[in-house]
């Protein structure tokens, strides 16, 4: 059963960057870490997937060793607007197909 | 997004009442879930559907029902509801067109339900 830790909250400040670890010992081979991102009363939103090394996009990087056994995402110079939650997702499989399971997230809050 | 709806937006009702929370998406997307998110937690499955013939249990099924009237609707009903079901419901929706596994989800504006 593949599960994922993620500390419960993390506090920041603006301009700084802040990385968020996730730890998956189980992961699968073929699967993928995906994070979301979710505001107070919103539906979460995806905002990056990667397998292996590191993936980058205009939101945020993600970071994965060898072993893929963890993942840090790291969101550059955070503003209030960052102020979100936060959860890494790895795949479970069920019947032979990987069924999304979310955690509890991480509670990012920036101040100004 | 906008290409996924949830009907109604909010609920009141009361112990012992059937409720049906409605999900419809415009992304031709085969794959729909059901999610329900209490304070402090994340989101736990309710029901998945893979297409219109599939329908599975997700990790907090009991109490819960549902029907995928079309590829396009995900319906999710409470036959008898309790206080204990209040909380945020969210539709998602996902293609597996693409990698087939941990594809992208796209969520709905969610339904806040509360039973008194």
């Known amino acids: 059963l593949a599960k994922t830790t993620q500390p419960i909250s993390m506090d920041s400040y603006e301009g700084q960057e802040v990385n968020i670890t996730c730890s998956h010992n189980n992961i699968a081979t073929n699967d993928y870490i995906t994070w979301y991102q979710q505001f107070p009363s919103q539906g979460p939103r995806f905002i990056i997937q990667?397998?292996?090394t590191k993936v980058t996009n205009e939101v945020a990087s993600l970071f994965i060793p060898a072993d893929r056994k963890s993942s840090t995402l790291s969101l550059p110079r955070v503003s209030l607007s960052d102020t979100a939650v936060y959860y890494c997702?790895?795949?479970?499989?069920?019947?032979?197909?990987?069924?999304?399971?979310f955690g509890r997230g991480t509670s990012l809050i920036v101040h100004p | 997004d906008a290409d996924v709806t949830q009907t109604p937006r909010n609920r009141i009702t009361k112990t012992g009442k059937r409720i049906m929370l409605e999900c419809s998406q415009t992304?031709?997307?085969?794959?729909m879930y059901w999610y329900r998110q209490d304070p402090g937690l994340g989101l736990r499955l309710i029901y998945y559907s893979f297409d219109v013939k599939d329908i599975n249990k997700g990790e907090i099924s009991d109490g819960y029902s549902v029907s995928r009237q079309a590829q396009a609707k995900f319906s999710l009903s409470l036959e008898s509801a309790i206080p204990n079901q209040t909380a945020l419901y969210f539709c998602?929706?996902?293609?597996?067109?693409?990698?087939?596994?941990?594809?992208?989800?796209?969520f709905g504006p969610g339904t806040r339900l509360t039973v008194l």
């Open positions: 998602a929706t996902s293609d597996p067109r693409g990698r087939g596994d941990n594809e992208e989800q796209f």
């Open positions: 990667g397998y292996k």
């Open positions: 997702l790895v795949g479970d499989m069920k019947g032979g197909s990987y069924i999304p399971t």
């Open positions: 992304k031709g997307h085969d794959r």
